[in-house]
């Protein structure tokens, strides 16, 4: 049963107010999401990663490879369990403050979202499988390197689904009931752009930590280990860094008009953002690119410093991109709790 | 109503959250709570006593915790948010608003949980010797951090069953410190250590193949188990006095043996009856009892958590939170508004609008849709909520007066929210339906 997209219906909110105040629990929702993207990128990076040195070993025959895909595999797995647990809050939150939005956009892809649960668990256990299978199945190459890829794959869907939900909950003129998740995914016109996005930035992210993380054996006195992590992130790092480059205006330009605007001189606060992250990545390149050429110290500090600006910048900017789609929505009647009580910021962008 | 409707036809929407709720607690209450409280125990005897045996068991439990509950575990444990979400908006989305700041809280201990118990799992070679003392602690932070999981997540689930003054109040602390909020979270509390050796216990026999060792292991669950059971009993008992007078009277209702009160009494004192057997064979001769009665306790205590759930669900029926939403998610104060105005007219994303004389059988199928099938099904496994049997033969007219008078006849039924031209519609769409559901079965049944 397709229903027509033509008349929008958009819940009223529910009987209950809002238990705080909204603007706070905004910055609560930037914060606490920053965290758990960094912890789901890690995740994500650190299993396609892993697979991806592990069969790099297994054609060059160097098992320097192989050791790097194993200690990825060891880090994902921790890293997959923190991420779950920091994504309550901002689940709590988007689900508090934007329920109108939030709970149309799940309960239209209500059963895919369900089948998501069945999914990471699937890819945990596998890549479980695969983390304490190492040594056991050193001659079984094949068949471990198969629990990677399953553990991988399936990893790699579920943001899909979540991109199609947080795409879908700002933009109500385009909702459709009944439509398939397939369908979906091309329905709402930031889905794949937004995966695009992630997809490089989870690799530039792990590229950094794995820079870190080498610094840190080469200080423990594991001079070996130190130089493979360090080797190899760097060049992950600034690689898909840079690729943002084309990912970013890709994402920015799928946006809708009038956000589009906003951003681009329509709003001080946007055009502001906007500007300081772009300045902000083109510093981290710039400085990745030193530190992969001369391993400085300085530049390490530089990459580090801005790296955690940039995070924090774009996680603002995500926000702010979806408040200005719901602005018209918010200031529309049949808003009961949400209305008056409006964040400073929303009402900044529409100036 | 606000929101679309997300249906599961055959399985029934309660069975969906059903099955994700009762893994989760089996996982959460065994694996996380009862399991991390052995596991550092077990270590600590072994620390205290020189046995390096034990702390190798513990180190074996520690690495099944971890993969159990950093997948199955916490999974189902969003979950059940997530189905809760899919499956009751309004009741999730109200008692988010209601206990947002415990959820918060939450947060930070699931957080905290889940970093301890990868410390403790990751420093088994590094913390030995004059550090052991401190992998000892951490087992005993994370232990205590499980629980408090479970104390934060109780208060809602308490709640919902016996909001108490928070109905009248609206006040956060009326709703956390609500009348089964303690006694079910120490009834649970000595459910989780009694279902972690009921668990264990096989699993240690298997495992564990040093026969003395496997003694004073299972010697030791055997004492856990004992305690346990008392307080399991008395908290019981407490908690099953402290909730509301009607819901206590559908206790055996909802165990589903209606009528059938001796078997009632004598399944679940039976069960009380082998647990406490086992322990006290676990305490007096360990090495003695069989692999397959430790098997059957495993499997008698997931059937009782199992019970228990389904039953504290059932009598909170009408309600999903107590005299303030009804299980379909129509609250209270909203019955009177449609009957008067109309279910259809005050709901989106239905399709309909109001009943109109061509459009009487999707307009009763909306009103089924959005009023019924939280519970129902029109044919389906559980055959009492599949209306395909329980209403077959009726006519329209008969079934609309009963729907009529159904929350009178019916305790655990919410009072039907619509006009009574609505109230005929969804009658006249049902006995269709069921019509077309029996049709179907006899055309099948004949092609067989």
């Known amino acids: 049963m397709l229903t027509a997209a033509s008349s929008i219906q958009l819940p009223n909110d529910l009987a209950l107010s809002i238990p705080g105040d909204i603007g706070f629990f905004k910055i609560l929702l930037v914060i606490s999401f920053i965290l758990h993207i960094i912890f789901v990128n890690l995740t994500v990076a650190g299993s396609l990663l892993a697979v991806y040195n592990e069969w790099r070993g297994m054609r060059t025959g160097n098992p320097k490879y192989d050791h790097l895909a194993e200690e990825l595999a060891v880090q994902t797995s921790i890293h997959k369990s923190i991420a779950v647990v920091l994504g309550v809050a901002p689940l709590l939150i988007i689900s508090v403050i934007y329920t109108r939005f939030f709970y149309v956009s799940t309960l239209l892809i209500g059963k895919p979202w369900l089948m998501l649960l069945v999914i990471i668990i699937a890819a945990f256990l596998m890549l479980y499988v695969y983390k304490f299978t190492w040594n056991h199945w050193r001659n079984r190459k094949g068949l471990h390197l198969t629990f990677g890829i399953g553990g991988t794959v399936l990893l790699l869907y579920v943001p899909l689904v979540f991109l199609t939900n947080v795409s879908a909950m700002l933009q109500p003129e385009l909702w459709v009931q009944g439509q398939s998740i397939f369908t979906a995914f091309f329905h709402y016109p930031t889905v794949w752009q937004r995966y695009l996005h992630f997809l490089f930035a989870t690799l530039a992210i792990m590229g950094i930590y794995l820079i870190i993380l080498g610094n840190k054996r080469r200080k423990n006195g594991q001079q070996e280990d130190g130089q493979l992590f360090t080797e190899f992130g760097k060049n992950v790092a600034f690689l898909f860094t840079t690729l943002q480059l084309i990912a970013g205006p890709v994402l920015f330009f799928s946006l809708k008009g009038q956000v589009q605007q906003l951003f681009l001189g329509g709003s001080l606060l946007a055009t502001a953002l906007i500007s300081v992250a772009v300045l902000l990545a083109v510093g981290l390149i710039v400085s990745l690119y030193q530190f992969k050429k001369t391993e400085a110290r300085p530049w390490l500090r530089n990459v580090v410093v801005l790296f955690a600006l940039v995070v924090s910048v774009m996680g603002w900017l995500r926000h702010e991109v979806r408040d200005s789609y719901l602005a018209p929505y918010q200031a529309e009647s049949g808003q009961q709790t949400i209305q008056g009580q409006q964040s400073a910021a929303a009402e900044s962008m529409q100036k | ?448």
């Open chain 2, 1 to 448: 109503m606000e929101f679309p409707v997300v249906e599961f036809p055959w399985l029934g929407s309660g069975t969906v959250i059903a099955l994700i709720a009762v893994l989760h607690v089996v996982i959460n209450h065994a694996f996380a709570i009862g399991g991390s409280v052995l596991m550092v125990g077990l270590e600590h005897k072994g620390w205290k006593e020189n046995n390096p045996g034990l702390e190798q068991t513990a180190r074996k439990m520690s690495k099944w915790i971890l993969i159990i509950t950093t997948t199955v575990g916490a999974m189902t444990g969003v979950g059940i948010w997530f189905a809760t979400t899919v499956i009751q908006p309004y009741a999730i989305g109200s008692l988010l608003r209601v206990f947002f700041w415990a959820w918060f809280v939450e947060w930070i201990v699931f957080v905290t949980e889940v970093v301890l118990l990868l410390v403790y799992f990751y420093t088994w070679d590094r913390w030995t010797g004059a550090k052991k003392k401190w992998h000892i602690r951490t087992g005993v932070a994370l232990s205590i951090a499980s629980w408090l999981t479970m104390t934060i997540i109780t208060a809602v689930l308490a709640a919902m069953l016996t909001p108490g003054q928070w109905v009248e109040t609206r006040s956060f602390w009326d709703a956390v410190a609500n009348p089964t909020w303690l006694p079910s979270l120490m009834f649970r509390t000595f459910v989780a250590l009694a279902l972690a050796v009921a668990l264990f216990t096989p699993i240690m026999k298997m495992i564990v193949k040093d026969d003395g060792l496997q003694a004073k292991i299972l010697k030791y669950f055997g004492k856990w188990m004992l305690v346990s059971i008392y307080f399991m009993i008395a908290f019981g008992a407490w908690y099953v006095f402290s909730v509301p007078d009607k819901a206590y009277s559908m206790i055996v209702w909802a165990s589903g043996l209606q009528g059938k009160e001796q078997w009632f009494r004598m399944i679940n004192l039976g069960a009380l009856a082998i647990m406490l057997v086992m322990a006290l064979w676990l305490l007096n001769r360990p090495r003695k009892v069989p692999i397959v009665v430790s098997a059957l306790v495993a499997f008698v205590s997931i059937g009782l958590i199992g019970e228990f759930e389904m039953v504290r669900e059932a009598i909170r029926k009408p309600y999903v939170v107590y005299d303030y939403m009804y299980v379909n998610g129509v609250r209270v104060d909203q019955v009177e508004q449609f009957k008067q105005e109309g279910f259809l007219t005050n709901s989106k994303w239905l399709g309909v609008s109001n009943v109109t004389e061509q459009n009487r059988l999707e307009a009763g199928h909306a009103l089924y849709v959005a009023q019924c099938s939280s519970c129902h099904t029109i044919d389906g496994w559980r055959s009492k909520r599949a209306f395909a049997n329980r209403i077959q033969g009726w006519d329209a007219t008969q079934l609309s007066n009963y729907v009529n008078s159904l929350h009178n006849a019916r305790y655990f039924m919410p009072p039907f929210a619509g006009t009574d031209q609505e109230r005929q519609a969804l009658a006249e769409y049902l006995v269709q339906a069921v019509k077309e559901t029996s049709t179907a079965q006899q055309t099948a049944a004949k092609e067989r």
